[in-house]
């Protein structure tokens, strides 16, 4: 299962950037799936995650201008970000829950990873 990551960038304070996670590979369903994010010198934290039934969760320093979604039949994830902040600079990371046949448990990927940098 790969995971391929698309949309950072550089983008001006209160710009807004869509990030894009498809998923390929040996699929037989996903569970949940999100976006996580890794600051220059900060531990990897949790931006948003949606279920494949649709419910969401954001961290609070984003809640309001960051929108999640997924397209279950394309296997991706979409990350809207808008009014960005600096603070929001960071690599960003998808992951998805995947399990590759009816049998087996889910299994935790991730995507390489995409840069967005917010700065005037």
């Known amino acids: 299962v790969q995971l391929q990551a698309s949309g950072g960038g550089l983008v001006q304070p209160g710009g807004s950037l869509r990030l894009s996670c498809a998923a390929s590979?040996?699929?037989?369903?996903?569970?949940?799936m999100g976006w996580f994010r890794q600051a220059p010198g900060k531990q990897r934290e949790a931006v948003a995650t949606i279920t494949s039934g649709g419910s969401t969760n954001y961290a609070d320093s984003v809640k309001g201008r960051f929108t999640i979604s997924r397209d279950i039949a394309r296997n991706t994830v979409y990350l809207q970000m808008n009014s960005l902040k600096p603070e929001d600079t960071a690599v960003y990371y998808c992951?998805?829950?995947?399990?590759?046949?009816?049998?087996?448990?889910?299994?935790?990927?991730w995507g390489k990873g995409t840069l967005v940098t917010v700065s005037s």
């Open positions: 590979g040996s699929i037989f369903s996903i569970n949940a």
């Open positions: 992951n998805a829950d995947v399990a590759s046949a009816f049998y087996r448990p889910p299994v935790a990927y």
